[in-house]
Nanobody, 117 residues
Framework: QVQLVESGGGLVQAGGSLRLSCAAS????????MGWYRRAPGEERELVAT???????NYADSVKGRFTISRDNAKSTVYLQMNSLRPEDTAVYYC???????????WGQGTQVTVSS
């Protein structure tokens, strides 16, 4: 089994920065895509950013230029550096890992990010 543990959420003023981390434990395929999703109050969960095991990245248009996703394969950890935060970035952020060879998707428990205006 794979478990994902997120950290780094909190309260920040608009324009500030936060860094989220997500560590995966258990048996995880080397070939996988790690990412971050978020769900704002009353909204559907949406993709924020993903990064493949080869380093390829994908971002939602709303965060391009402000957020940076990265990973440390040796630590099975994915990071999300969030700069120039806006009140509309307020949401619960979820870590996600997709292992394509076994078609399994894993989710973290979520971490709250609140941006005050």
């Amino acid at each position: 089994q794979v478990q994902l543990v997120e950290s780094g959420g909190g309260l920040v003023q608009a324009g500030g920065s936060l860094r989220l981390s997500c560590a995966a434990s258990g048996t995880l395929s080397r070939i996988n895509t790690m990412g971050w999703y978020r769900r704002a109050p009353g909204e559907e969960r949406e993709l924020v950013a993903t990064i493949s095991s080869g380093g390829g990245t994908n971002y939602a248009d709303s965060v391009k230029g402000r957020f940076t996703i990265s990973r440390d394969n040796a630590k099975s950890t994915v990071y999300l550096q969030m700069n120039s935060l806006r009140p509309e970035d307020t949401a619960v952020y979820y870590c996600n890992v997709y292992a394509p060879f076994i078609s399994r998707t894993y989710w973290g428990q979520g971490t709250q990010v609140t941006v005050s205006s």
